[in-house]
Structure formats: C-alpha cells, structure tokens
C-alpha cells in the first residue's frame, strides 16, 4: 500500500516559470519538493480547522482499516457503522460485499479508498467521497 498518492495539478506559464526559478536558485530540489512545502505551510497555517472539524465529525485521522473479524462481531451484536476518515480508508480483501452491506451505513472520506470492486459496487450509495467533487470518480 504506497504512502503517498498522486495529483495532477495544472500551473499557469507565469506560475511554472517562477518554481522552475526556485528550483534553478537551490531553493527546492524540483518542482514537487516546492509544491509538497507549499501545501504542508497551508496545512499547517489551517490546522485548527481540520482539528475543529475532525473532533466535530468523529473522524479519524490516518489510515482505518476495517477487517471482516470487526464487521463480524458488529453483525452479531446488531450494530451499523457510520465511518469518517480524513485520510485513508481501507475495506480488508477479506470482507465480501454482503457484509460490508449488512454492516456499514455510511462512509464520509476525505481523501482514498482501498476495497475490492465488489465492495466499492455494494457501498457506492452510502459513500461520500469529497475527493470526487473535484476528480469526478472515486478510485
């Protein structure tokens, strides 16, 4: 499972020229080395929003990865999880579709998704994936 994904983002002329400057001064070893601190000073500059907004929603922050043993138990003792993640989500191989119906009502995710195709087929109506808002499709 990578660390990391990948963006695409699209710089106008001016903006491209200015980074590629910064790199040429030794300011930043390449383009993505500029970008990745640009981001992680906005990150840093809005935490106390994310931290508002994850408390507020109940959601973790990482990677959650859910697995059938832990649907399993739910099931028998007749509860439904409701799932935030800011981060990475991640519905075990192990987990069939059936299962992942009977026991998860709703998934609000900002940012991946990790589940066999069956699964992600079976939860499409109950997952709110905000990164789509901007991509257009889920992973």
């Given at each position: 499972m990578a660390d990391t994904e990948k963006i695409?983002?699209?710089?106008?002329?001016?903006d491209l020229g200015k980074i590629d400057l910064l790199v040429d001064q030794g300011l930043y070893s390449n383009r993505a080395d500029l970008i990745r601190t640009a981001i992680r000073q906005q990150l840093e500059r809005h935490a106390d929003v994310v931290q508002q907004t994850v408390t507020r929603r109940e959601m973790v922050v990482g990677v959650l990865i859910v697995g059938k043993r832990d649907l399993e138990s739910r099931r028998a003792r007749g509860?439904?999880?409701?799932?935030?993640?800011?981060?990475?989500?991640?519905?075990?191989?192990?987990?069939?579709?059936?299962?992942?119906?009977?026991t998860i009502e709703s998934i609000d995710l900002f940012g991946s998704f990790r589940a066999s195709a069956a699964v992600k087929k079976a939860l499409a109506g109950r997952v709110r994936q905000f990164a789509t808002l901007y991509r257009g499709s889920t992973e």
């Open positions: 695409t983002i699209n710089l106008g002329a001016v509860e439904k999880l409701r799932i935030g993640v800011v981060g990475m989500l991640v519905i075990s191989s192990d987990v069939d579709e059936d299962l992942a119906r009977a």
